[in-house]
């Protein structure tokens, strides 16, 4: 990711001085009888087994994980006020969409002369999402490539007989099985931002970009009306289930056969495995639905990394334990069994729980989907450095396009609009397109 310099001095870092003077306080971290305290902040199942695998072995650095609401339900917020405040944790989970807004807004911790020997042990574009004007904050953990999530059984019941490998397919299939029962639904259309913003980085939507000492802001271009024109076309034959995402109606529609699959990352094929337990087995994972079969390119849905909060007194152990967690076998391998993670580290690529067969998905070996996928996701997707109000815009508007309160054309268009108004409120350069 690169970033202006003078657009990342207009917000600069020195605009929260409660948190640039915390240099006195322990913000997060103590050290008595001779051990180096750190408090975690986060929400990740897992987080908490890693940490507790670091603590048997690093008797001298104590990790201690208090689990948050997630980011986009409270977590950041918590984490903002705490850094304002100057008694944030040491470390902290923050998405990457996340991170250029939390560096924005003063409350990261420059680790970059503690984290530069193992810049090397990542995907090179992870550690760009972790690294700002030079500046590295913490250490990726993952990556989040995208699938469809079906059921075999009940693709089979409506005459499916693969599952669409192309959005043409996918909406042929989507009427076929309305047409069979127009109870029962292929898919789902939610109101989780960043999943959306998965299907748009597919189909090279860039939202962010930087040039002439400016941001661009763009998520009504061409590329953005044809993935919006797509579903919104879906919405209008009444395709769709319009259940919230990750809201327990949809779990209850998945278990019962009303919605058939899903297209979300990586991360939620454990959500939804403990979220339909009685269906176990019947579920199969296939690569995401692209558009141009002969040149097929995937979305990515988060990735998150441990960083290092203003203010935190022991820098160099909060960043010892960032990259451990990201890199230590044991660690990775909990945190690819329970978290879901697709490893940011190189070396987690070879960690025996990616290739175990998931007894959820019939057996199958669901890693090796998302590891094919991984070589066509374009790594230069950028965030902009107001994704929390740009995220929460969206949401709302992707909730309101649900219930036919509005088209997905226009709602992108006025969050386009928000944006902008946004970044100049902050003193950012920025401009549409």
Not at 120 to 137: K, M
Not at 278 to 305: E, F, H, I, L, R
């Amino acid at each position: 990711m690169r970033w202006i310099r003078a657009a990342a001095a207009a917000v600069a870092f020195v605009t929260m001085t409660a948190v640039a003077g915390c240099g006195a306080s322990d913000s997060g971290s103590a050290k008595a009888s001779g051990k180096v305290k750190l408090d975690f902040w986060g929400w990740a199942p897992g987080y908490d087994q890693s940490v507790a695998l670091f603590d048997k072995t690093h008797p001298d650095i104590q990790v201690s994980f208090d689990k948050t609401a997630s980011g986009a339900k409270g977590g950041y917020t918590k984490m903002l006020t705490a850094a304002k405040a100057g008694n944030a944790p040491c470390l902290a989970m923050v998405g990457y969409e996340t991170l250029p807004s939390f560096a924005a807004a003063g409350a990261l911790q420059d680790v970059s002369q503690y984290a530069a020997p193992d810049k090397d042990d990542f995907a090179a574009w992870t550690w760009n999402q972790v690294t700002i004007d030079g500046r590295t904050y913490g250490a990726p953990v993952d990556t989040a490539p995208m699938a469809l999530l079906y059921r075999k059984d009940l693709f089979a019941k409506y005459g499916i007989d693969k599952p669409p490998a192309t959005w043409a397919e996918y909406a042929a299939d989507a009427a076929k099985v309305h047409r069979a029962d127009p109870g029962v639904y292929l898919g789902d259309f939610g109101n989780d931002a960043y999943n959306y913003a998965g299907l748009a980085w597919q189909a090279g939507a860039k939202w962010f970009g930087t040039g002439g000492n400016s941001w661009h802001v763009s998520l009504d271009s061409a590329a953005n009306d044809k993935v919006a024109n797509y579903w919104q076309g879906l919405l209008d034959k009444k395709l769709l289930k319009t259940d919230p995402s990750f809201d327990p109606s949809l779990y209850k529609d998945m278990g019962s056969g009303t919605v058939l699959s899903d297209v979300n990352a990586v991360w939620d094929a454990p959500i939804l495995a403990s979220s339909v337990k009685s269906t176990s087995g019947k579920w199969a994972v296939a690569p995401m639905p692209v558009w141009n079969a002969a040149q097929p390119a995937y979305g990515d849905d988060g990735g998150s990394a441990t960083v290092v909060m203003k203010g935190c007194q022991h820098p160099k152990e909060a960043t010892e334990f960032a990259m451990w967690m990201s890199t230590d076998a044991a660690s990775v391998d909990n945190l690819v069994k329970v978290t879901g993670i697709y490893p940011a580290a190189t070396s987690g690529l070879t960690s025996p729980a990616l290739s175990q067969p998931d007894a959820f998905y019939g057996g199958q070996r669901i890693y090796d989907v998302f590891k094919a996928e991984s070589a066509r996701i374009d790594t230069s997707w950028q965030w902009g450095p107001t994704m929390t109000q740009t995220s929460t815009d969206l949401g709302d508007g992707l909730g309101s396009v649900g219930t036919g309160g509005s088209t997905l054309p226009s709602m992108l268009a006025g969050v386009q609009d928000k944006t902008l108004s946004e970044m100049k409120h902050q003193g950012l350069s920025a401009t549409a397109g």
